[in-house]
């Protein structure tokens, strides 16, 4: 064998075991890798295990927080509602106020006093009875409050030519919207028509005296006629009390 030879030789052994040793080494640290692993392994899972602990004991802590909360809720509910309940009945007194409407009625009462004017009586009033040229055969009745407080013409006045027992007709279409209320000093009116302007009238006569009687028991007035009198016929009809002279002579 040659020197060379022999050198290969050795160089190749000591390669081999070079290479024995270094697997060697290898999986003795790969071993202490791995127990280094399962002992991580097992800390974390002890840990992760306590926090569950932890976390259970926590939420079940809490939930018990959040019973006792929603109990002392539902108590704070039923004091609220008590407190509606007082509100309510507190609030009732407001109701009484209603019975304010006695103020209504004052002035229902301040409106009746007024249509309930004392009536125009023939105390209280001067009359007068004019006859006119237009329209033809008709003669103005003329009503003046001489009192000191108003009064209400009612009606229509009843008038008593000469010596004529019925009471004359009255223009229904004459009637106002309301009784005419005259103040001191104020005029009623109210017209008549003596005769048929056509002359269609029949058992005519002529009268010299007047009586008008006011509606009801106000008395009765005995206004001048003209010297020479007034003609009268069976068509003779009077107007309601108006306000103006131009709507008692429109009939």
Known sequence: MSARTRRNRTLAAVALTAFTLTLTACSDGQGTRDEGASTSTSISSSTASASGSSQSRGTSTGAEQVAAAGSKGTTGSTGTS???????????????????????????????????????TSASVRMTATPVSRPLNHLLLTVTNTGSKNCDLRGFPAVQFGPAQSVPPVFEDSKPQAVVTLAP???????????????????????????????????????????????????ISVTYWQYTMDDALAW
């Open 82 to 120: 008590g407190s509606t309940k007082a509100s309510g009945s507190s609030g009732s007194t407001g109701a009484s106020g209603s019975k304010g409407t006695s103020a209504a009625k004052g002035s229902s009462g301040s409106g009746s006093s007024k249509s309930l004017s004392a009536p125009c």
């Open 185 to 235: 000093g104020e005029s009623g009116y109210a017209g008549v028509r003596l005769a048929a302007a056509d002359g269609s009238g029949s058992n005519g006569y002529t009268a010299k005296t007047l009586a008008v009687y006011f509606n009801g028991d106000a008395g009765t007035a005995k206004p001048s006629l003209p010297a020479k009198g007034v003609y009268v016929d069976d068509s």
